[in-house]
């Protein structure tokens, strides 16, 4: 037998195609991960603001939201980790705007009486714990959180 009779012909395409000097090297643009870690006391006093303004919807309607969303667009660029928090704080704050939604319907049902005293009381006491969470330095995610903005 001769050399080219063993020759697989699948081999020398493979050769070709995964030629060294053929492949061109792309350059993916390179995302800088946001730290965990706040830079300084400013910025940790905005990650705290970002959750703590949410209580603003005890006072003023849509507050809770408002409040997050006004530190997000502000900070988000400036200070990536307090656009972190206050994103996280937002998404918190809509799911449950969407779920105290629901609640006022099922009030037809007597159910959402109940489920309406019980969201306030989570909603305070998430805030609370991400407020004590931030100011020691720790992330803090909030739980039954529908992540509406990414």
Do not use: C
């Not at 946001?34 to 990650?47: A, C, L, N």
């Not at 969303?69 to 206050?86: F, Q």
């Not at 996280?88 to 449950?96: G, M, P, R, V």
């Amino acid at each position: 037998m001769s050399k080219d009779a063993n020759h697989d012909p699948f081999e020398q395409m493979t050769d070709e195609v995964f030629d060294q000097e053929a492949i061109e090297e792309v350059e993916e643009p390179v995302n800088e991960p946001v730290k965990s870690k706040p830079s300084g006391e400013e910025e940790k006093q905005w990650m705290l603001f970002a959750h703590l303004s949410a209580l603003a919807g005890y006072v003023i309607p849509f507050g809770s939201v408002l409040g997050p969303l006004i530190i997000w667009l502000m900070k988000r660029d400036e200070m990536p980790l307090v656009g972190k928090h206050a994103k996280e704080a937002l998404n918190f704050q809509l799911s449950i705007a969407l779920y105290m939604i629901v609640s006022v319907f099922l009030i037809l049902i007597i159910v959402g009486i109940f489920l309406l005293i019980g969201l306030a009381i989570f909603q305070l006491v998430a805030i609370i714990m991400a407020a004590v969470s931030v100011s020691g330095g720790k992330e803090y995610q909030y739980p039954m959180t529908i992540r509406f903005i990414k």
